[in-house]
């Protein structure tokens, strides 16, 4: 066994009490772990700087001088500690609020000092607040390392002070003990040649006492380079595979019947030539006697059920049944309607399954699907239960599918002998360096136009004591007999005071806008489902003007007389979402209006994800935006994925051309050596066969 897996207790240096501490808190096992965990940044201290020439920053800086004077403030427990230090270029103030008697002893006049620390300033004075401080004698006399790393630390581990100093005698202790040439190298050769990467032992050895930055950078790529690389390969591995092996309904150009009578006689609009694009693509997938296994990526509003109906058509025309699975209730009934309004010319026995459908139409459902008599049947995740049983199911479409969880889809396979063919269709624009990692093994097809006629929507910022501004236009608006969305926030944790809010601006709102003049209504989660239909039919029907409602709305409701969409506390939503609910409007002729209503209190954050929202529709590069505001880990559908996307080094909000290069040398490397069998790649079989273990794939759960 390798010295690499011993436990790290036995590590000069480490004991029983601090392994507990960075096995329980940092997962640091072996001095295998030990090594591999990496600085994400290094704080430079090769360079010393005078005062003149500091200003405010969140980086911090040394420098060398002496005190000119120390001083205790206050008394007892509140006592603090401010020194006067100077190096000849100025003056700069040092405060210690904690620890101040241990501190003042060391303070000593007439001796030259190092002190490190972020600057800023205070009443016109730069301060440092809790510096660093050592004696210039004690500093020189030691080996002075440049370069200090920026460790990964949880509170625990902070308090117990294991820093970059800590850390790095760690790491020499462990690179002491295992000597050289013992870590392995897990990349083949000509991959370290093509893209001049260092090996690994000296990668990690670059990181961890890095004597130069672009040695560093290096370094840093080659960690970046494989975490993606791995994940990659898989994927490429598992596509052809795929490819190779799944088997999947074969449908047949010349089946084309009630298809060819849809375009003829009932499309009632030209399709887009993003929308003819897809369907040849997806045509191609069909007819190839494979599995389909499709991902359709299409802005809010670009017409993704068009291309729902036009597939499951295909399906039906070759004799098998089909069906559509939406996220919520609401959603379903939508697209039940959406489909009965499409194929009303045509003989399709369509069928809605959803939580509240009542026992007896259960039954007959069944029977009917059973049987075969329905050939269409849309619904929410009532349609994985087991009592869900079709005669020759071939092609199951999910819509949004990120909020499905992996157990949940697992469960299509179960539905027919050969796994019916999968399109899964998602409105939230995930960016590219996201979508290749998460989806890296499915087929994407993106839909990246509207439909002709859409007037861009009006977004506008209004603070709280504008709001007579959004009153006006609301009045306005129904004035001209259009409808409006007002959306409030709902935050889990404190539901109950979610609601308080929603039931205060539906009442402002009645007061604002009396009945009977104006109709409002409120929709939220927590109503039944009848409630909820029965509002929301009002609200689609025209008869109600107002709906006041929590984020239920957010997914594929569709009003197009609705011309404004009001959100409130906008500054709590993410810009995904955002984007979701401005999407439920300017879906008709109309020029339509979001107006996002700011707090009082906007965080830098928040105040830059609105002005966003004012600046573009793109729903892409909001996706991007919202990634470099949140990092990639925090973006809806991430977390389900299973897939590690939160990397040591690698980010994918930054990491983009890292990514493509990883991405292309994977697909190469399968695309010369599909099993991996030639000699140079022996190293990359046996790497794959170990991540294999470890992780999930997309492929096996959608
Ligand atoms: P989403 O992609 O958000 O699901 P929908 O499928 O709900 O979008 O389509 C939005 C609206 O655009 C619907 O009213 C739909 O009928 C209409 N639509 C779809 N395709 C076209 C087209 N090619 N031309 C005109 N309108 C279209
Ligand atoms: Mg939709």
């Not at 995930?430 to 007037?455: C, F, N, Q, W």
């Amino acid at each position: 066994m390798s010295i690499l897996n011993d436990d790290i207790q036995y590590l000069p240096g480490v004991g029983p009490q601090r392994a507990n501490l960075l096995k329980t808190e940092l997962e640091i096992f072996t001095i295998n772990d030990l090594i591999n965990f990496l600085p994400f940044r290094y704080i430079d201290r090769s360079k010393f700087y005078t005062i003149a020439e500091v200003a405010p920053s969140t980086v911090a800086v040394q420098i060398k001088g002496r005190f000119i004077s120390k001083q205790t403030v206050g008394v007892g427990a509140k006592a603090y500690l401010k020194a006067l230090f100077t190096d000849g270029t100025g003056r700069i103030e040092l405060t210690w609020f904690k620890g101040v008697k241990w501190i003042n002893p060391l303070i000593k006049p007439s001796t030259d000092y190092v002190v490190f620390g972020k600057v800023s300033e205070f009443h016109g004075m730069l301060s440092m607040t809790h510096p660093e401080i050592e004696e210039l004698q004690k500093f020189e006399s030691r080996p002075q390392q440049d370069f200090i790393g920026v460790y990964p630390a949880t509170e625990k581990t902070r308090k117990a002070n294991i820093n970059g100093k800590v850390m790095q005698s760690l790491m020499e202790a462990a690179f002491n003990k295992i000597g050289t040439n013992s870590i392995y190298e897990t990349l083949p050769k000509y991959l370290l040649d093509e893209f001049q990467m260092p090996n690994l032992e000296s990668t990690l050895r670059t990181l961890h006492f890095p004597k130069d930055l672009n040695q560093v950078s290096r370094a840093q790529f080659r960690i970046k380079f494989e975490e993606l690389f791995w994940i990659q390969l898989a994927m490429a591995f598992r596509k052809q595979a795929h490819v190779q092996n799944a088997k999947g309904f074969q449908f047949v150009r010349s089946n084309d019947n009630l298809l060819a009578r849809f375009y003829k006689e009932f499309l009632p609009f030209p399709l887009t030539k993003a929308q003819i694009r897809v369907m040849s693509e997806i045509r191609k997938d069909v007819e190839s006697g494979h599995h389909m296994n499709r991902l359709i990526q299409g802005d809010v509003g670009s017409g993704k059920t068009l291309i729902a109906v036009l597939s499951m058509l295909l399906a039906i025309d070759n004799g098998y049944q089909a069906c559509l699975m939406a996220p919520t209730e609401i959603l379903a009934q939508q697209h039940a309607k959406s489909l009965q309004e499409f194929l009303k010319g045509l003989p399709i026995n369509i069928a809605l399954l959803t939580g509240s459908t009542t026992k007896k139409m259960r039954t007959e459902i069944a029977q009917g699907l059973m049987d075969g008599s329905i050939q269409m049947i849309v619904g929410t995740h009532a349609l994985l239960e087991d009592t869900v049983q079709f005669k020759n199911i071939g092609l199951c479409v999910i819509d949004e599918q990120h909020r499905f969880g992996v157990a949940q889809r697992a469960k299509l396979w179960t539905k027919n002998t050969i796994q019916p063919h999968v399109l899964v269709m998602t409105a939230t624009p995930i960016p590219r360096t996201l979508a290749m990692t998460l989806y890296g093994d499915l087929d994407v097809s993106v839909i990246d136009e509207l439909p002709p006629g859409r007037k861009p929507i009006r977004t506008t910022m209004l603070r709280d004591s504008q709001r007579q501004k959004m009153y006006e236009l609301i009045r306005s608006e129904i004035a001209q007999g259009r409808q409006i969305y007002i959306v409030y926030p709902l935050i889990q944790e404190s539901e109950r005071v979610d609601f308080k809010n929603l039931e205060q601006g539906y009442e402002t709102i009645r007061k604002v806008f009396p009945e009977p003049q104006y109709k409002t209504i409120m929709v939220h989660g927590k109503m039944k489902p009848a409630e909820k239909d029965e509002a929301m039919q009002k609200f689609a029907s025209g008869e109600a003007h107002i709906m006041v409602a929590t984020t239920v709305i957010e997914v594929g409701v569709n009003v197009p007389n609705a011309t404004v969409m009001v959100i409130e506390s906008a500054e709590r939503f993410g810009l995904s979402q955002l984007h979701q609910l401005r999407g439920r409007v300017g879906r008709g002729a109309d020029m339509s209006y979001c107006v996002l209503m700011a707090g009082d209190k906007l965080s830098q954050d928040g105040r830059t994800r609105l002005e966003t929202m004012v600046q573009t529709t793109d729903g892409f590069q909001l996706a991007e935006m919202d990634m470099k505001l949140r990092g990639p880990g925090d973006i809806e559908g991430t977390q389900q994925s299973g897939l590690p996307i939160n990397f040591k080094l690698a980010n994918l909000a930054r990491d983009g051309q890292i990514l493509n290069l990883a991405r292309n040398a994977a697909f190469h490397i399968i695309e010369h050596d599909a099993n991996l069998e030639r000699s140079e790649n022996a190293i990359l079989a046996q790497g794959l066969k170990q991540r294999n273990t470890q992780s999930v794939s997309w492929r096996d759960i959608s």
